[in-house]
Nanobody, 125 residues
């Protein structure tokens, strides 16, 4: 399983970006997929996830109402629409996937077996 994240960049505060993560290999729509981020000097932080193909999304409190996670199962692609970006959203964003996770583990980075390479998001004026 390989995950390829893209879509990062430099954006001004209040702006928007959409991240994409395309999966290849033996993933299918039953897999759980999510986004984490790592800011400089900090640990990985859970951002959002979709439990399997039908579960409702789960968000970190810090991004609720601003970020939207979605997936296109036909394209094996996960998205993260990020609106109203703030300086504190600056981080490297990683997508992750698992076929063995349970719902209560969605925000636990150790529950995800597969990770993409990360894409840098910088929010600055």
């Amino acid at each position: 399983v390989q995950l390829q994240a893209s879509g990062g960049g430099l954006v001004q505060p209040g702006g928007s970006l959409r991240l994409s993560c395309t999966a290849s290999g033996r993933t299918d729509s039953s897999w759980t997929m999510g986004w984490f981020r790592r800011a400089p000097g900090k640990d990985h932080e859970f951002v959002a996830a979709i439990f399997r193909s039908y579960g409702r999304p789960s968000y970190a409190d810090s991004v609720k109402g601003r970020f939207t996670i979605s997936r296109d199962n036909a394209k094996k692609t996960l998205y993260l629409q990020m609106n109203s970006l703030k300086a504190e959203d600056t981080a490297v964003y990683f997508c992750a996937a698992s076929n063995r996770i349970i719902y209560s583990e969605l925000s636990n980075r150790n529950a995800y077996a597969y990770w993409g390479q990360g894409t840098q998001v910088t929010v600055s004026s």
